[in-house]
Structures are given as C-alpha cells and as structure tokens.
C-alpha cells in the first residue's frame, strides 16, 4: 500500500484551483499526515494552465518529486503538462462530459476515472462545487476518510453559512459515492491519519507571524510576487497588537514610510521582491548611515528586470549583500525552511535594533508559495526573547551629551554601536542624515571624522561576528569526503535528496547556511573535503562565488535558473555526477 | 498644548551656510516660531527634510530630525506620525524635492491626510545643483539645462493638493515674517496634512522670481475677502495663474487625519521582552 503520495489539480486560472488545493492540504494536515504543496503558475489572472500540487506522507516530506499519482485535471491541458510526472498506474480523474475532454484518451497505463463532476456538483446545490465532488473522488481512490475534509470544509465556507458547507460536504460525498459505484475501487493507495497536530503554513506567513512575534508594529509595503502574502498576512492581524499596515504608493514609499516608524521608535518592516529592492537601494543607504534598525525582507522571484515574476530564482544574492552606491554595512539572513523564516525574521529585528542596521531577510518563490506542515512547537512563542539593544531613557542620557548636553547619537565606541533616544526623550535631541555626519550626526567632511564613523559602521559587523552564532545546520555523513554546501530554500530538496544519494552508495555531508553576511567560515570544512559542490538557484553560482572567496578554494557548482525549484531525486541525479 | 519652549530652542548652534539673504532663513524661522507658539518642544518634535538648499533646514533646526534622500521627506513623517501620534511632525523641503522626485509621494501624503505640516521652500529653481529649473520654473524660464526655458507650464502644487483631497492648502512668503508665521502656525494646528507652499527667493540663481517681484504681485488673501472654507472660492484663487495669492486658500475644518480615521492612536515605541500576549492564538490559526 503506497502512503507517499503527489496529488494535483491542475486547470486554468480562476477555476478555483488554488483554494481546491488548499482545501485538501488541510484536510491532510488535520489528519495528522505531513504535507508540502507548490504551485505552477503563470503571471496572470484568468486564462492560462495553473495547478496546485500536494505530497504527503505520515513521514516528513520537505520537497517534490518527479513524479504524481493522482490527478484532477479539469483540462486536458492539465494531463500534457504533466506528462513528465504521470507514470504507470496513476489515476486521472476528468470529466468527459465536458468539451474540453471530448476527444481525450487516456495514456496507456494510466487509471482514467471519468467522473461527471459538473452534474453531480448540481446534484448537490451548484456546478460551482465541482472541485469539491473531484475531492470527494479522490477521497475513495487514495482510501482517505472524508470526515477529514468536513473541517476543511466548514473553515473555508462557514462565513457563507450553514447551507454552502453542507451542500459542499454533500457534493463531496457525491464524488466519494460515484468512483465507488463505477469503479474498481482496489486502488494502490491508503493515506493513513495519525494523531500528530501539525500546522501547515508558507514562507511569507511565517515572516508575518514571525515579525508581530517580534513586536513589529509597523509594515508598509507595495503588492509584489511573491512577496505580497506578507502584507496580506499582516493585515488584519497586526491591528490585534496595537500594529498598522500601510500600502504605500511605491517601494521607495515603503521602505521610506518603514524608516520613519523605526526613527519614531518602532519595530518596523517592510517586505518586497527583487525589482522592489532595486527600487529600495537609495534609502538602503540612508538607513544605515542614520543607523536606523530596519527589517527588509526579500522573497525573491526570477530576474532580472521583471524576469519571470511567478518562477523560482535565487539570483539577488549580490544584490542583498553589495546593493547601494558606496559601502553599506548589512546583514543578510537567509532562512532555510518555513519554520526557519519565524526564527529568523525574530533574529532579524534583535540584530536590526543591536546594531542599528538594516537587516534582509530572504525567502523566495518556492518557499513563499510552497505551505508545508510543521509541529507547532515549532513555533514556540515563548521562547522568543526582544532585545532592542541600546536604548536610552532620561535616566542614562546625560551619560551620552557632550559638554554642551547635546546627545550624541552616533558617539564612536569600543564596540561601534551607539546610543539611540526615541523621539520624545528628554535630552535626546539630535538629527540623523544619510550625508557622513560626525558623533553628533551634523554633515562632516573632516577627514578625520568620516574614517572614524565609517571605522564605526563597519565595527558593528566585526562585533556581531565576534558576539552572534552566524552558524550553519548539518546534515547526512560529517566525515564524508563529498561536501555539499546550500543557502536558502534548498535544504529541503537537499535533505531528501540524501536518501536518494544513500540508495545508490554515494556518501554525502551536507551543510545548509543560513547566514550570508555575515556567514560562518567553511574553510575547515571545505579543505577536509575531496568533493565540494554548491548548490543554488541561480546561473553563475553567487554563493559558490562567496565560498570561494573565503576559502580559497575552488569549488564545483550545481545551479538551476529555468524558473523551477529544485526536486529532490533530481538533485540527488545532479549530485551523484558531480562527486561519482 | 502648552509649553514655556521658545522660538530660540528650536534653533540648532549650527550656523546656516545659506547664502545671505535667501529665502529660506526666512521660512524656517516662521516654522520654529510656528512651533514654539503652538505649544510644542524639541523633544517632542520631528522634522523631516529633504534634499536641496531647503533640505538643510533639519540642521539649522534642533529637534529629533532626519535628513532623508532626495524626493523621500513625506513617506518619511508620514512613518514618524503613525508611529508616534504623541509627537509633532514637521516636514520641510524644496519645489525640486516636493513637486519633481517627490511629486507622486506629494501626492499621496495628501489623500491619506497624515496630520503634518509640510513646508516646500518654493524658489522655482534648483538651488543646491546650481540653478537648472525646477518644476515651478515658468515656461520661460532661462537655466543651464533649459537655454530656452523649459517650454512647458509649471506644476501648481496646490491645484494637486485641491484635487487630491487636500485639508489645508496655504500659501505664504518667508519675508513676510509676521504673516508667515501665522500660516504655519495655522497649518500646525490643523488635524490633518497641511501644505504651506513658501515663497523663499533664491538669491543666487533666481533672478526673476526675486524678493521685488513677489513684494509686487503678491495678494494677500486677508485682504481679499477670501473665506478659506469656501472650496470653489479656493478653486477660483488657487487656478488664478496671473495672481500670487497667499494665506490660508482652504481648510477643511471637520477633515478626519489619518490615524484618527486608521484608529492608530497609540505610540508604537514599546516592545515587550518576548511574544506579545495572544500570539499563540496565530499559530492556531494555521492548524
Ligand atoms: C536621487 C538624487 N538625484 C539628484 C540629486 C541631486 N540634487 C540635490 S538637490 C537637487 C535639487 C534641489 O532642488 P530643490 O528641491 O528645489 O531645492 P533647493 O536647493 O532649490 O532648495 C538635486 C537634483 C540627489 N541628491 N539625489
Ligand atoms: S543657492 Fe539659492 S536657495 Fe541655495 S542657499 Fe543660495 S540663495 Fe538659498
């Protein structure tokens, strides 16, 4: 009996395809089985192929695969471009009675399951449930109780009232009966629940929940793929905890808005993609030179200029780490996993406001569109600790005036990190400016001065190096003589992809950075390894770049820049000629 | 509000290196009289500035102040007031700054009727870069960049601010001392954005636009039995090109700002040590 299972439902646009799938993903999650969706999708609206995709297992699943055993496809254009994927004995569930199956055939090998989803919808109180009859189907085919889509049911249609859930529970059930009826039922398939709770959530949730966890008060942001969840996700739920969300006008609004709030004494945010950053880079600079503790997170899609806007690319590495005219003392976090992305976007406004700088915090497109479940202690909101650093009251004020008590807002220290007084501060006093400015912050061109607070800026770097744990995760064999090294989202892929690796006898240790800048040093790593290969998301191998530049070392590079995130067998299929 | 601060605590010990007798001097000692007699202090102040010769005004100034990029000084105190609703929030900048980089967040700023003064030091030329138009420069206008002029109308920034939904639309001159002060301490007490479009002569670059030309053609609305609550009478005023009009054009005195309308009433300063209360009710949400 197969418990591993890829489900799809493809269609066009607007065919609800989306909220079908996370009907279904739902349902699974609350069933206590593991869960990783993505989604295929083409910048627009209406028109055009589109399909939402579940593994599942009651073991852990952290990326796709190749391969995909159950699909609803509401057009037969849904059963083309999966072709790759479908294989012997996988079952498509159509419609025949609709045009666009008219001269549909099955694949040879496949199980077709021609259902009348739009009739029996009706059946049930409209054809606008026809999804949902195709979930009920797959509920018989996979053996899955389909109690489970009840809750799922209830949560997605209870403010509609009572009727639309029970027509929608009704309609499932019509789907469930139908395959039953006409069809062999022995299928390979039982999708076993278990009492596990888990959560199921995506990258930009887990920023949002991440930063009101954090205390964040203040987001503005301009729409953006696949960025604009963030915003979505704070709306409406920041107010709870005293918050605001702003849309502004543009990015250079948003990030401008976002340093305000931060001046005014906030934690404050603002989140965009690849093209918003380029737009964002001016002020970029202006917030570190005013010191200013500020959030920036980048999910970022497919480049350059406005690329490919619904696809996956991890290519703004160089942008995060040198973006901005002159030099500008940063940090780049760059979590790995969803649950990662909490952590992490906490950890963001902590260094933000230690150091009074800015912090990116990246996800991208396979992370952002992607909900994968977790255990919720995963988390744990009480062990997330606030430190906003230096802040000064009118108690310790006078320690940091001159000799005329004027506060001085960018005094040089041992460690390069200031005092900071919120507006409203007796004796706080003192501008900021994006021109060099001396301790004070008035402009300065003295020669002196310029070196002494770009010394400064720079030494908050050196001091979070020196204080922090900028360290990396580690997986699979430590002494293996085959290194595998990724950043961001590809860890999932990578982890699995170990197993694969595994079966064929290839031995691998694999180190997963979730630091850019500043980043743990893999010297030791890199030179007790025969084999180094980087793995990434972009053409030219950013990161590979960085890792040779710290070790000295060359290293072989595996990259993927066609737009599609990384699977796991394929990685493992890219790895095992590398290192063979 | 009532405080004993006085116009000269908002003066920085900072000398300004505008050239002698520019406008600006003028302008930004209405702003701090402004301040000073609206009841407001230093600390709990905010002023923003942009970039230019009228940007400076943030250092000549003592208050908490940020120095922004070109264009950026609205988002900017629109960020400060939401966040801190407790504190006054001055924005001040140039025609170049305001009305040409920042046009689209000028825009804004006045639709979402942020409670703030914005000051534009009006000189219709670039100062700060050396004299090219701006977008206040007449169609005539001889610079380095526009040999001819720039051969197109200018910007009539409070025809944008009428059309945008503007609150408090003013218009005033820095060498006026008395009168100007009294509209910028107008705009302070408005609740909601507030415009004060300033004439301030530039001296060195600007040799049309100049303290003689404005003393001659300036209609001071006080004496031209203007009613500032009447919106088309300030339409008629504000779409007038052959006149420089000054004083309050129009003030919607039952406007909602911002935060009142947003329910952001409270400083967003405070941080608790960890989670705040309730946040595990978010992870439930994902079960
Ligand atoms: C992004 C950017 N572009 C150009 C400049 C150069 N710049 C500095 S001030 C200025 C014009 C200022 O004119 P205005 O706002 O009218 O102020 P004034 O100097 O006349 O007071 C320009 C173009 C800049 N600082 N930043
Ligand atoms: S150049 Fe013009 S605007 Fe600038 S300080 Fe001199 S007079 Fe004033």
Redesign the pocket.
Known sequence: MQDDLNWAIGGEAGDGIDSTGKIFAQALSRAGRHVFTSKDFASRIRGGYTAYKIRTAVDRVQSVVDRLDILIALTERTVDENMDELHDGSVIIYDGERTEFSDFEVPDGMVGLDVPLKSLAEDAGGAIMRNIVALGAVCEVADFPIENLDESLQKKFGGKGEKIVENNKEAARLGEQYVAENYETDFDFELETTDEDYVLLNADEAIGMGAIAAGCKFYAGYPITPATDVMTYLTGRIEQFGGHVVQAEDELAAINLALGAARGGARAMTATSGPGIDLMAETFGLVATSETPLVIANIMRSGPSTGMPTKQEQGDLNMMLYGGHGEIPRFVLTPTTVSECFHKTVEAFNLAEKYQMPVYISADLSMAVTEQTFKPDEFDMDAVENDRGKVVDESEISKWQDEQDRFKAHAVTADGVSPRAFPGTEGGVHMSTGLEHDELGRRTEDVDERVEQVDKRNQKVATAEEREDFDYREFGNADSDNLVISWGSNEGAMVEALDFLAEEDVDVRFISVPYVFPRPDLTDEVEAAENVVVVECNSTGQFADLIEHDTLTRVERVNKYNGVRYKADELAAEIKEVVA | MSSNARFIDFKSDKQPT??PG?G?FGTMNGIMKGLAETGNTPDETFVVAGIG?SGKIGTYMRSYALHGVHGRALPVGTGVKIARPDIEVVVAGGDGDGYSIGAGHFIHAVRRNIDLTYVVMD?RIY??TKGQASPTSRSDFETSTTPDGPKQPPVNPLALALSAGGTFIAQSFSSNAKRHQEIVQKAIEHDGFSIVNTFSP????NDVDTYDYFRDNIVDLDEADHDPTDREAAKDKILDNDKEYIGVLWEDEDATDYNTAHGVDEPMHEVPDGAPDGATDLVREFY
């Open positions: 505008w050239c520019c600006d010769c000189n100062g700060l530039c001296v060195t670059f």
